[in-house]
């Protein structure tokens, strides 16, 4: 009996080992397909809009370091407007978008509540918690 839960707690152990690494693995060439991009190449997205430059960067910070790749190797995750946050980011359950917006909004004092309705988005979210805070 207790050879056979040592055997397990074995086998646990050795898996979880594993899926660390090949979670790690997996971060680095997630990182490696967008290594050209940083948020410099973030921010010159919103160059043709009126967008304070403090919401873009906390955007960027909230989103960039909210990843495995920040968890798991210390390094920001290169995000891009374009990005979607359903498909791209998982922002698929319910509230996660909400709490997304509402963590943003208080780490930049905006009152009131941005509505995540229409956002489809990392730009679509820029854009809508810069006309609150605009307001």
């Given at each position: 009996?207790i ?55 906390a955007v ?16 920001e ?7 979607t946050?359903i ?6 359950e319910?509230g996660?978008?909400?709490d ?14 941005v ?5 489809e988005?990392?730009r ?9 805070y605009?307001?």
């Amino acid at each position: 009996m207790i050879t056979e839960i040592v055997i397990l707690i074995t086998a646990l152990i050795i898996f979880l080992i594993l899926y660390h690494l090949n979670s790690r693995k997996e971060a680095k060439a997630l990182l490696e397909e967008r290594k050209e991009y940083n948020f410099e190449t973030f921010i010159s997205s919103f160059s043709d809009d009126d967008v304070n430059d403090k919401v873009i960067k906390a955007v960027y910070r909230k989103m960039a370091t909210s990843t495995i790749t920040y968890i798991m190797l210390k390094e920001e995750f290169p995000v891009l407007a374009t990005d979607t946050l359903i498909e791209d980011w998982a922002y698929d359950e319910e509230g996660e978008l909400d709490d997304l917006i509402e963590e943003i909004q208080s780490y930049l004092g905006i009152d009131g509540k941005v509505s995540s309705e229409g956002i489809e988005t990392v730009r679509d979210l820029v854009l809508s918690i810069n006309k609150k805070y605009i307001a």
